[in-house]
Nanobody, 117 residues
Framework: QVQVVESGGGLVQPGGSLRLSCAASVTIFSIYAMGWYRQAPGKQRELVATITSGGSTKYADSVKGRFTISRDNAKNTVYLQMNSLKPDDTAVYYC???????????WGQGTQVTVSS
């Protein structure tokens, strides 16, 4: 059964940084695009960043210049480096495999990010 496990969340002060990790138990990880999503309390889940199998990246306007998505195919892992964090970044962060923009897996547990002083 293919699944992803997110980790790396925590409590951080505004302006701080965190790096999230997402490990995927899939046979050929390198062929998949990957996406990071987040869901804040009372809001819909939103797309934060994507990375293709070739390494091309896209970001939501709200995180451009602050977040960086990357992948290590040897470790079946995708990362989200988050800098200059703001209270509005507080959410549960999820990752998923993508095929033509569509998520392939059921959502996992996610990892909680809380930005607060």
């Amino acid at each position: 059964q293919v699944q992803v496990v997110e980790s790396g969340g925590g409590l951080v002060q505004p302006g701080g940084s965190l790096r999230l990790s997402c490990a995927a138990s899939v046979t050929i990880f390198s062929i998949y695009a990957m996406g990071w999503y987040r869901q804040a309390p009372g809001k819909q889940r939103e797309l934060v960043a994507t990375i293709t199998s070739g390494g091309s990246t896209k970001y939501a306007d709200s995180v451009k210049g602050r977040f960086t998505i990357s992948r290590d195919n040897a470790k079946n892992t995708v990362y989200l480096q988050m800098n200059s964090l703001k209270p509005d970044d507080t959410a549960v962060y999820y990752c998923n495999l993508l095929l033509e923009g569509t998520t392939l897996l059921s959502w996992g547990q996610g990892t909680q990010v809380t930005v607060s002083s």
